[in-house]
């Protein structure tokens, strides 16, 4: 679905990127397949997922789903995750200090 956020082409706008490593091949398609429906912009290289959620007006609404997406690997079987936020002026930046690093013991 495409959003108008009503943003000019100076301003900056902001999304979450999510980066999960998997340490088994079935729990990483299965994330594929429930996430698909909703987020088009998957891209799998090996046993890493990465996707990008936005465009957001305001970093504080990108890094807001930093922490739901934290919070929801929190409970999974990833074997690591990591988020940040980009801006883009023009052109897709990420945001200094701003990363919320996962790691999973077994």
Known sequence: MARNIGM?????L???VVVATYTDEAV?????RRYRRTNNTM?????TLT???????LPGKAQSRMTIWTGVYAAKSAAS???HVEMRQPQWQRLPGRTAPRSRSR
């Open 8 to 12: 000019g082409l100076s301003t900056p």
């Open 14 to 16: 902001y999304r979450t």
């Open 28 to 32: 990483l398609a299965d994330e594929m």
């Open 43 to 47: 891209a799998r290289d090996g046993l």
């Open 51 to 57: 996707w990008y959620e936005g465009p957001y007006n």
């Open 81 to 83: 995750l990591e988020c």
